[in-house]
C-alpha cells in the first residue's frame, strides 16, 4: 500500500494489488481518469521543469520555436517562385499557405518526438519512485502545444502582411486540432514504450517526421489524381492539415468523410495507447 505525494495530502489512498489496473471496464477508465486529474499539479511541474531546463542557457529562447517554420518557408518560397518543382497553385499567398500548413504539421511532429523521448531520461525515477507515469509524456507534449502556440502569433503576423482574410469557420479549428493531439499523445504513449525497451525507435520516430512532411499537403496543395491522392488516405496527419486550410480560407470541408474517419480513428487510437500504457508501464519501467 503507498500514498500518493503530489505535492499534497490527499484522503484516499492508492492501493496497489498484483491485480491492479488489469481490466478494461468502466471502473478501469474511471480510476485513470481518476489518477490523471490527483496528477494534475505533478504534469504543470514537470512541464515548467522541462521549459526551464529547455531555455535556461539559450539566448534566443522561445524564438527557436519559430525559428525551424521561418527556415522551411523561406526555402519553399524559393522554390516556388524560382519553380524548381511542379507545385501547384494555392488559394492564399504561398508563404501564408506553408506557414499555416508547417504549424500544425509540427504540432504532430515536435509532439511524436517528444513524447517518444519522455521515459529515457526518468529511468532512474521510473524504478524508485512511485508517481503517474503519464505525467511524462504529457509534459513532454505540453511543450510542443506551447510552441505550437507561440507559432499561431506568427502565422497571424503573416496573414496580415499578405492580406489574407479568414473566413469565419477559422473559429472552428481549435476543436478540429483536438483529436490531432489525441492522435499523437496515443501514437506518444505507444512510442515511449517502445523506446524505452528499444533505442532505436527514438531514431526511427526523428527520421519519419523528417521526411514524413515531405508526404503531407504541407508545402504543396493536396493532390487529387490517383495514386498521388493516397497521400490523403494514408498519412493520418492529412486530413487535419486539408481541413485547416479549408476551414481558414474556404470556409467549407472539402473532405468531411475523411476527417471524420480521421477523428474516430484518433480517438481509438488514444484510448488504446493510454490503456497499453498503463498497463505496461510498470513492467517497462523494471527494464529501464
Given at each position: 500500500m503507498s500514498r500518493w505525494q503530489l505535492g499534497r495530502d490527499y484522503s484516499k489512498e492508492v492501493v496497489y494489488t498484483p491485480t491492479s489496473g488489469l481490466g478494461f471496464g468502466l471502473t478501469v477508465w474511471a480510476e485513470m481518469v481518476h489518477e490523471l486529474i490527483l496528477g494534475r499539479e505533478l504534469i504543470w511541474r514537470l512541464l515548467l521543469r522541462d521549459l526551464s531546463a529547455r531555455y535556461r542557457q539559450s539566448v534566443l529562447g522561445y524564438v527557436w520555436a519559430v525559428v525551424p517554420a521561418l527556415v522551411t518557408v523561406i526555402m519553399f518560397t524559393y522554390i516556388y517562385d524560382a519553380k524548381l518543382l511542379p507545385i501547384g497553385k494555392t488559394d492564399i499567398?504561398?508563404?501564408?499557405?506553408?506557414?499555416?500548413?508547417?504549424?500544425?504539421?509540427?504540432?504532430?511532429?515536435?509532439?511524436?518526438?517528444?513524447?517518444?523521448?519522455?521515459?529515457?531520461?526518468?529511468?532512474?525515477?521510473?524504478?524508485?519512485?512511485?508517481?503517474?507515469?503519464?505525467?511524462?509524456?504529457?509534459?513532454?507534449?505540453?511543450?510542443?502545444?506551447?510552441?505550437?502556440?507561440?507559432?499561431?502569433?506568427?502565422?497571424g503576423i503573416v496573414f496580415v502582411w499578405f492580406h489574407v482574410v479568414p473566413a469565419w469557420t477559422v473559429f472552428l479549428v481549435p476543436f478540429l486540432l483536438v483529436p490531432l493531439m489525441l492522435l499523437t499523445l496515443g501514437l506518444g504513449f505507444l512510442l515511449a514504450l517502445a523506446n524505452g525497451v528499444i533505442r532505436d525507435v527514438g531514431n526511427a520516430v526523428v527520421l519519419l517526421v523528417t521526411y514524413g512532411m515531405f508526404l503531407t499537403p504541407v508545402v504543396y496543395p493536396p493532390p487529387t489524381k490517383w495514386p498521388q491522392v493516397l497521400v490523403n488516405y494514408l498519412n493520418p496527419v492529412s486530413p487535419y492539415i486539408i481541413a485547416t486550410h479549408d476551414l481558414t480560407t474556404k470556409g467549407t470541408l472539402s473532405q468531411p468523410e475523411l476527417l471524420a474517419w480521421s477523428c474516430a480513428a484518433s480517438a481509438v487510437v488514444f484510448l488504446i495507447g493510454w490503456r497499453v500504457f498503463h498497463l505496461a508501464m510498470p513492467r517497462i519501467a523494471e527494464r529501464m
Open positions: 499567398p504561398y508563404p501564408a499557405y506553408v506557414l499555416l500548413g508547417m504549424t500544425v504539421w509540427q504540432l504532430f511532429a515536435t509532439g511524436i518526438t517528444a513524447t517518444t523521448q519522455s521515459l529515457v531520461g526518468a529511468g532512474s525515477l521510473l524504478s524508485r519512485v512511485q508517481f503517474l507515469r503519464e505525467a511524462l509524456v504529457l509534459a513532454a507534449y505540453g511543450q510542443s502545444v506551447l510552441d505550437f502556440l507561440i507559432r499561431l502569433a506568427l502565422v
